[in-house]
């Protein structure tokens, strides 16, 4: 349970081991958005920690850099092009940034730093725990963004709803930096200071 | 698209750091000093341009003919990785002084999105040899650019006093934020009055 629950406070990958920057500023100005780079990052992220602790003896370890790239970008390659089957709007808005992934720090440094130590339990628990906290600080970034920057949230449409809720008072006047490039590395900027904050308050360690 | 308008496009108004959330890690990273963000940021530029040239041809002559188009993220993590290595070992043979400049920072590239990143923009773009290079180049400058202004304003801000919880990445980014809006300026509109 500690092992799942990590991710999402006191080793956020996105606010406290600041990896997978890029992607998360790049998409986070909808909330579909993030939530589909959440989902392809999760699951690029438990098929390779998965992989690499089943190859992990098998591995030569002047090689294992390449072979794990080639893993990683195989999930990546996977995620591509089920997105391009399945979901073909949102594979249109994420762009370039799903076959990024591949470059994405967390992957590699988990693999590295991870599930070439770890057996496969533990290596997926350890998957789930740091792509569910990147989809917690993707989705915050994302819905600060969106509900300040456009004065919507956009969901997935289903049935009679359209899939965007629109926050009264904003959506007449909303403050549009905020969902330009420049609102981005603010908005960051500011909850990065207010995770230092959480994790400096004394006895507040163990959350 | 001219030569000129490719380069005023990837140096300034789609400058690829603050406009478009590429090699983020390293502008946090490696800007503590000048020194340091004037190494990476050339070692970013001359990989870049070399990538550039190497994953269109690629693209053009092996993916492309061969319909193999669906494995282009894995041929083109791996090509750039070993051109990475290949370019760190011909530096080290021929230019020890460029190697004791960019050595470090070689190694750091393999995993710098905005590399991958300006390949698969290239290839979106429809870009032609010399149209890629030029990207490769330009995205490079852009790199270079916002690097180390972002060092010279940190390093500038060791000597200011920062509220403590914002000290260090937090007061980066916002930094940041404020070096994406100056870039703002940079539009489309600028362009067509540059090259009509």
């Given amino acids: 349970m500690r092992e799942l629950t990590k991710g999402f406070i006191k080793e956020n990958p996105i606010f406290i081991l600041m990896l997978g920057l890029c992607p998360a500023l790049a998409v986070s100005t909808q909330v579909v958005n993030a939530l589909g780079m959440s989902a392809g990052v999760i699951f690029v992220l438990l098929g390779s920690n998965i992989m690499v602790s089943l190859l992990k003896n098998f591995i030569p370890d002047e090689i294992h850099i390449p072979v794990y790239i080639v893993i990683i970008a195989t999930f990546v390659t996977l995620v591509d092009l089920l997105m391009q089957a399945y979901a073909p709007a949102l594979s249109r808005s994420l762009g370039v940034f799903v076959q990024l992934i591949v470059v994405n720090c967390i992957i590699l ?9 770890n057996g496969v339990k533990d290596s997926i628990m350890d998957a789930l725990s ?16 969106e509900v300040l920057g456009a004065g919507t949230i956009t969901l997935f449409p289903m049935g009679n709803f359209n899939g965007v809720i629109e926050v009264p008072g904003l959506v007449q006047a909303p403050v549009r930096i905020i969902s330009l490039s420049a609102g981005a590395l603010f908005v960051v900027g500011y909850l990065k200071a207010m995770f230092n904050w959480i994790s400096s308050r004394p006895g507040k360690e163990e959350i | 698209m001219s030569y000129f308008a490719i380069l005023i496009t990837y140096v300034f108004i789609s400058n690829l750091i603050l406009a478009q959330f590429l090699g983020l890690c390293p502008f946090i990273g490696v800007s503590k000093n000048v020194e340091s963000a004037v190494g990476m940021g050339f070692a970013v530029t001359f990989v870049m341009s070399i990538a550039s040239l190497v994953t269109w041809a690629l693209y053009h002559f092996i993916l492309l003919p061969l319909g193999l188009t669906y494995l282009q993220t894995i041929v083109f993590i791996l090509t750039i990785a070993s051109l990475v290595q290949l370019v760190e070992m011909v530096v080290q043979k021929y230019s020890p002084v460029l190697y004791k400049a960019l050595g470090i920072y070689l190694p750091l590239i393999t995993t710098n999105c905005a590399v991958m990143g300006i390949a698969l923009i290239n290839i979106q773009s429809g870009y032609n040899v010399l149209e890629s290079f030029t990207a490769g180049i330009a995205a490079g400058i852009g790199f270079l650019l916002a690097i180390v202004l972002m060092s010279a304003i940190r390093v500038q801000m060791e000597t200011e006093k920062v509220p403590r919880f914002l000290k260090g990445a937090p007061i980066a980014f916002i930094s940041g934020g404020l070096m994406a809006m100056a870039f703002m300026a940079f539009d489309k509109a600028l362009l067509n009055n540059l090259v009509g």
């Fill in chain 1, 109 to 117: 440094g988990r693999a590295e730093a991870f599930a070439s130590k």
């Fill in chain 1, 130 to 145: 740091m792509g569910l906290g990147f989809f917690f600080g993707l989705t915050l970034i994302a819905l600060i963004r």
